[in-house]
């Protein structure tokens, strides 16, 4: 979400990725996901060229390109949803796009008053790596409850309290006192708002 899909005199806070742990599950997925499709693909062609064609089945290195070709093509989706999917903090709304989807990134759009509370997620194995962690975003009323989910987010905790400091400030009307979030170690934060991670992930 570019500042051109902001609303009127809404703000963008913080915009974060996952942490490359997201794509390298995305490798294995493609490893499978990818590996299903070529050789069914081989199998749809095979069949084809054999009842209408009247040609003989495939060449080995032939099933072996189409399956490569496949895996490459289904990694590069990933890459793609992966690169666009982001958690976003606004001074009007939360937004959470899924970056473990495969055709596009699901959003999950929480407003301010909607906000329940924020979590800390359990690390997955390659989150031990990234020192990233989940963060889970509980919203709704006291009658319907909702959860949304980022995976693997780096200062995972730090944006936690960070949520928990826009939603006190939305609820006194005291917008104008928020900066936006540095994905910064404590006590390198305090830097100008044109070198905050915002502008460089967008």
């Known amino acids: 979400m570019h500042e051109r899909y902001l609303h009127e005199s809404e703000i963008l806070l913080a915009s974060r990725r996952s942490s490359p742990a997201v794509l390298i599950v995305g490798v294995?997925?493609?490893l499978l996901e990818g590996g299903i499709a070529g050789v069914l693909l081989s199998?749809?062609?095979?069949v084809i060229g054999a009842f209408a064609f009247a040609t003989p089945v495939l060449l080995l290195w032939v099933y072996l390109l189409i399956i490569t070709c496949s895996i490459g093509l289904t990694f590069?989706?990933?890459?793609?949803?992966?690169?666009?999917a982001r958690f976003r903090v606004t001074t009007e709304r939360i937004l959470v796009a899924n970056p473990f989807a495969f055709f596009h990134a699901p959003l999950t759009t929480v407003k301010w008053p909607q906000y329940q509370?924020?979590?800390?997620g359990h690390?997955?194995?390659?989150?031990?790596f990234f020192l990233a962690r989940p963060v889970k975003i509980r919203y709704g009323t006291a009658d319907a409850r909702y959860e949304a989910m980022f995976p693997s987010l780096r200062y995972a905790e730090d944006l936690k309290h960070y949520l928990d400091k826009v939603d006190a400030a939305v609820r006194r009307n005291d917008i104008a006192s928020l900066r936006p979030f540095v994905a910064r170690p404590r006590g390198k934060r305090d830097v100008a708002n044109?070198?905050?991670?915002?502008?460089?992930?967008?």
């Open 123 to 128: 690390r997955q194995s390659l989150d031990v």
């Open 76 to 84: 590069l989706q990933h890459v793609r949803i992966w690169h666009g």
């Open 28 to 30: 294995f997925r493609s």
């Open 117 to 120: 509370e924020s979590e800390i």
């Open 194 to 202: 044109d070198q905050s991670p915002i502008a460089k992930e967008e």
């Open 43 to 46: 199998i749809v062609l095979s």
